[in-house]
C-alpha cells in the first residue's frame, strides 16, 4: 500500500494534499480556497486551457423526505449548478453558482421543488461553447429528462435551453462522454432505471440524435462514470439504492456504440462491497499522465445531505485490461 501511496503522490504531486482536507482519508469535505466546504456533489470535472473545472449540484438546507414517498426520497430544495475551478486538483477556487435554481416559477425545470442532479459540462470545439448536461426530474422522480444549458465560458452563467426525454426516453442518472473525435455521448439509466442507454449528441452537443443504443439491458445501474483507455471504453456504475451505498460494477467495450460486456467490481479492499459507502460520479483522467485516473464519487448523507462527501481514489487498468481502484490509505 506504501508503494501505491507513492505513485499516487508521484503522479498526482497534489495527492488532492489532504491539508485541505477535514481527515487524512477519503471520504472528504473539500474545502475551497474561501475556506468554504464545496458544495458540489453528483458532479463532474472538465479539463480546458490548463485548468480543471468542477460542476456539481448545490445540496444546501434542510434534507426532509418528500410527502407520500414510500422510498427513501430524502431530498433538499434544488440548489443550481456550482463550479469550481483549479490548476492542481487541490486548491479549487468557487466561481460561482453557474445555473441557479428558480425559486419563483413552479412550471421551470429549474425551480427549487425541482430535481437538477449530475451536472456535466463538456466543451464543443465547433461552436465554442461549453454545453452543461444534467438530470431533470420532479421531486417523485416521474418526470425523468435530461436538461442542457450552454455558455461562452466555463464559469458561466450558463442558459438553460430546456428539457427532453432523450428519444422518447425515460432519462435518469446520467453522464457525458466526449469521445477523441469530437463525438458526444450521453449515457443515461432509462427504462425506470431498469436499462442503461448510450445516445449519440448531434454536433452542436445540444440534442439527441436517434442514435441510441440499450446496454446493460435489466441490470438496473446507475450513477454511470465513463473513461477511455487504450481505445477501450470503461463504464463504472451502482446498483439502484438511492442514497445508500451499494457494490459498484464495470462493464467495457470495444466500440462505444458496440457491445458493453459487465464484468465485476472494480473497488479493491476494505469496504469495496459498498464502494467505500459511496457512489461513482466521474472517473477523470489525470492530465499529461498515461493510465493515471481519479474515481470520483459521492458518499451521500441522506439524513443530511448537505453534509455529504467526496471520495476520490486512484484508478488504473492493470495489466490483464481490469480496471482497479484502489483506496488511498
Ligand atoms: C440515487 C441517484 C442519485 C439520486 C438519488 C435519489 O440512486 O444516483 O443521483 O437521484 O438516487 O434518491
Known amino acids: 500500500m506504501r508503494n501505491l501511496l507513492f505513485s499516487f503522490i508521484l503522479f498526482l504531486p497534489i495527492t488532492f494534499c489532504f491539508s485541505q482536507a477535514k481527515k487524512e482519508t477519503g471520504p472528504f469535505t473539500f474545502i475551497d480556497t474561501g475556506g468554504k466546504p464545496i458544495n458540489a456533489h453528483g458532479g463532474g470535472i472538465l479539463y480546458h486551457n490548463n485548468t480543471y ?189 438511492g442514497w445508500s451505498p451499494n457494490e459498484a460494477n464495470y462493464a467495457v467495450a470495444n466500440d462505444i456504440l458496440g457491445e458493453w460486456k459487465a464484468y465485476g467490481n472494480p473497488c479493491l479492499g476494505k469496504d469495496a462491497d459498498k464502494t467505500y459507502y459511496a457512489q461513482s460520479t466521474f472517473v477523470l483522467p489525470v492530465q499529461g499522465k498515461i493510465n493515471q485516473f481519479i474515481f470520483m464519487a459521492d458518499q451521500w448523507s441522506k439524513l443530511d445531505l448537505e453534509k455529504s462527501k467526496y471520495l476520490w481514489y486512484p484508478l488504473s487498468v492493470n495489466t490483464e485490461g481490469l480496471p482497479e481502484i484502489k483506496p488511498y490509505k
Open 53 to 241: 473545472y468542477w460542476y456539481g449540484e448545490i445540496k444546501r438546507g434542510k434534507t426532509f423526505k418528500v410527502p407520500g414517498s414510500n422510498w427513501e426520497n430524502y431530498r433538499v430544495n434544488a440548489g443550481g449548478v456550482s463550479c469550481y475551478s483549479s490548476k492542481n486538483l487541490r486548491e479549487w477556487k468557487f466561481a460561482g453558482v453557474v445555473l441557479p435554481a428558480n425559486k419563483t416559477d413552479q412550471n421551470s425545470d429549474l425551480h427549487i421543488s425541482k430535481v437538477i442532479e449530475r451536472p456535466k459540462v463538456i466543451y464543443n470545439k465547433k461552436t465554442k461553447q461549453f454545453v452543461m448536461w444534467m438530470h431533470i426530474d420532479s421531486d417523485d422522480y416521474a418526470y425523468a429528462r435530461s436538461g442542457v444549458a450552454v455558455s461562452n465560458s466555463p464559469t458561466g452563467p450558463f442558459k438553460y435551453l430546456g428539457s427532453e426525454k432523450p428519444n422518447g426516453n425515460m432519462a435518469r442518472d446520467m453522464t457525458i462522454f466526449v469521445d477523441d473525435d469530437g463525438k458526444a455521448y450521453h449515457f443515461y439509466s432509462s427504462e425506470d432505471n431498469a436499462t442503461m442507454h448510450i445516445a449519440l449528441l448531434t454536433d452542436d452537443y445540444l440534442k439527441h440524435t436517434t442514435t441510441d443504443k440499450r446496454i446493460l439491458i435489466g441490470l438496473s445501474r446507475e450513477a454511470p462514470a465513463v473513461f477511455k483507455y487504450q481505445k477501450k471504453y470503461y463504464l463504472i456504475t451502482s446498483g439502484c439504492t
